[in-house]
């Protein structure tokens, strides 16, 4: 078997990139669309002191599983106004560290209940269902996101 070129590798690695960066927008789009004013509401209460503001960045960044995510609609609340750049720090931070938690449980070497090759495509599965199944708007961008 041959080593891979380089321009094979920068092809891969573009189409990762970009497939990363598609879906942090559908996931946006789907908080947004779905979520938008308790969210915002929810950022402004948080934002208090910035403990508080760090632990919401770590519990968004848990529940939409990418610090990404939660640094492009961070990012999207304060160009609008509806959240001020300090606090949007520190729940950028928070985001950081609620990733790397998560990254710390995931690499726990021990069994889990359900090992994870399992647990992913049965989670597509959950989500496209409920997208697919959904009345309502809210129910469909939980299923999208």
């Known amino acids: 078997m041959s080593e891979p070129h ?3 590798i920068v092809i891969q690695i573009a189409g ?3 497939l990363l960066i598609w879906a942090v927008r559908l996931v946006r789009i789907g908080v947004e669309r779905g979520f938008a004013a308790p969210m915002r509401s929810w950022l402004r209460h948080s ?3 910035r403990l508080l503001a ?3 960045g770590m519990g968004a960044a848990v529940l939409l599983q990418s610090a990404t995510a939660v640094a492009f609609l961070v990012s999207n609340f304060v160009s609008k106004g509806a959240l001020g750049a ?3 720090l520190a729940i950028l931070l928070g985001a950081d560290v609620g990733s790397a938690v998560v990254t710390q449980l995931l ?3 021990q069994p889990l209940l359900i090992p994870l090759l ?3 495509p ?5 989500g496209v269902s409920v997208f697919l199944r959904g009345n309502g708007s809210n129910t469909r961008q939980i299923g999208a996101s």
Request: charged share 10%.
């Open 122 to 126: 049965l989670l597509l599965l959950i």
């Open 16 to 18: 990762a990139a970009t």
């Open 6 to 8: 380089a321009l094979q």
């Open 86 to 88: 300090a606090a949007g």
């Open 47 to 49: 934002t208090k002191n």
């Open 118 to 120: 399992l647990l992913i």
């Open 54 to 56: 760090a632990g919401t």
């Open 107 to 109: 690499m726990v070497r």
